[in-house]
Every structure is written in C-alpha cells, then in structure tokens.
C-alpha cells in the first residue's frame, strides 16, 4: 500500500472537518503524535482503529486504503485490489522478516556452522500452499474489507512449472453433487509463476462467492453464485471449513481448500480432511467445495 498517499489523503479529510490532529486523536483514545506518524505515511494505525478512524473522518474503508475518494461504481473493483493488496502486504511482511533472520543466521554462522544447520534442518516446504494466519494483521484488515461473512485467503509457492491452475467449485445438496465448475488460468503463453495468491471471499447478502486467483504472471476474478433457488434462503445458517495448515502441494491432484456449508436447521460441521476422505454429510442442506489443482 502507499502509506504517502494514505497519510495525505487522512490529512485533506481531517482538515476538511476542521479538525486538528489533537483532536482527532482524542477522539481516537490515541496521542497527535501517532496521528502525525500516520498522515506522514511513517506507518498505518493498529487494524483495531480503522473502523473508528473511517467513522470519524466519514469515509469508507475502502477509500481508508485506497487513499482517494471513490465513486460507488468504483467500489467493487477497489475492494477486490485492496485484498489483493493486503496478501501482497504480508508477503513483503514475510520478506522483511526473513531478511531479519537471516542477518541473526549469519551471526550465528560465524559462531558455529552445525548449530546453523541444526536450526534450519527441514524448516518450509518447496511446494505448499499456506492459508493465511487468521490472526495476523494482513488476515483480520481482509476479513475488515469482506465483512461479516469473512474471507479465505491462500498463498501458495513452488520450484516447479506447471501448465494450468484449476479452481474446482462444486455444489452439494443433500450430500449429492449437483453442479461442478473449473476456473482455470493457462500459463501455456506466458509461463507459470513460482508463487500467489487464491482469495475466496463470500457474501451472503449476495448470495455469491468472489473468487480471485492471481500471480505475476496472470488474474483470474469471477463470481461463483450460492443458493441459487433456494426457498428462504436469506433465513439460513452458515458456516464454513477451510484449510487449516500449510500443505504440500501434490501436482495432478484435486486439494479441497474450503467448504461453505448452510442448512435451514441443525448443521452437520466436519473439519476438510473429513471432507477429503469423502465424508459427505447427507443431513446439510446445501454445501459448496473449492479444491485446487496444479497441473503439469
């Protein structure tokens, strides 16, 4: 994200309202300093104020991160490129955070060779594929964009070329697939990256689930439709069983990374191993399963 842009675009919204920064910041339980920091672009405030800081500046979160005013029109699109932003966000996060730790390895090198080894042997997979941690800024400033109904995202990383990515969605009822669609991105032309990102992100006000796939190399954005004649349907329960921990890529093979269930009554919830085994609960209304597929 552009913290510049960011802070200049805090800065013309708190001044419009004729706010000072001590004011702004006592209305925000926070200090003018912190609020100097944020409108210089130095950094972005802790996630816990970013609804609050948006209320008191009337603007949307969208904008917050976006750094500019947005016609509604508009808002679609930037909200799928601000969850975009946010993997890409954690992965320089990730970079920064290597960088640390190899500096604190070199130390440790010039101590004792072995001891490095030691430390490092069997740490990451070369293939895998890695829900982000829910927990992690990135994953709750997501969940913050996406709204009540969360969102699922999945970093993966391999060392081997691949020609297609599939993502297969699925529609269950009554335990019986009734419906099954690939979202594919060739990489025949252009080559296949060595790292990025699935986003699945559901909105039952909708009834759809946005599906973004994208590398740097390719994108893939479509919307998958839930619930579709379903009577009542705004009425239903819901939840959900994603990928849990990072996982070895197995190339050629169907790798579920989520389930999306809703019943009308009491809901039969399985973790997505159970689900992989082929335990399909007949008892739930209606599920839909994502799997991912690299194919070589």
Known sequence: MDLVKIGKYL?????????????????????????SKWERGVCLPDVSLYEEYCAALGISLHEF???????????AKQAEENLLQV?????????????VILA?????????????????????QVNSLVPLDRNSTEMKTAELLSGVNGAFLFRYRTDDAFRRLTVTSSEYRAGEEINRENHVISYESVGSPSEGMIALVPDFERFTVKLVIADQNAKLSTEVPILD???????????ASPLGAETEIRFDEEQLILALLYDDDVMHVLNLREFAEGNIPADNDVMYFFSVCFEK
């Open 229 to 239: 004649k379903v009577e009542d349907r705004t009425y239903y329960g819901r939840s």
């Open 11 to 35: 800065a013309a919204k708190r001044k419009a309202l004729g706010l000072t920064q001590r004011e702004l910041a006592e209305q925000l339980g926070m200090s003018d300093k912190s609020v």
């Open 104 to 124: 604190l390895a070199l130390t440790v090198l010039l101590v004792t060779f072995l001891g490095v080894l030691f430390l490092f042997r069997g740490k990451g």
């Open 87 to 99: 993997a890409a966000d954690s992965k320089a996060s990730q970079k920064r955070l290597k960088a």
């Open 65 to 75: 991160l976006a750094g500019e005013d947005l016609a509604k029109e508009d808002l």
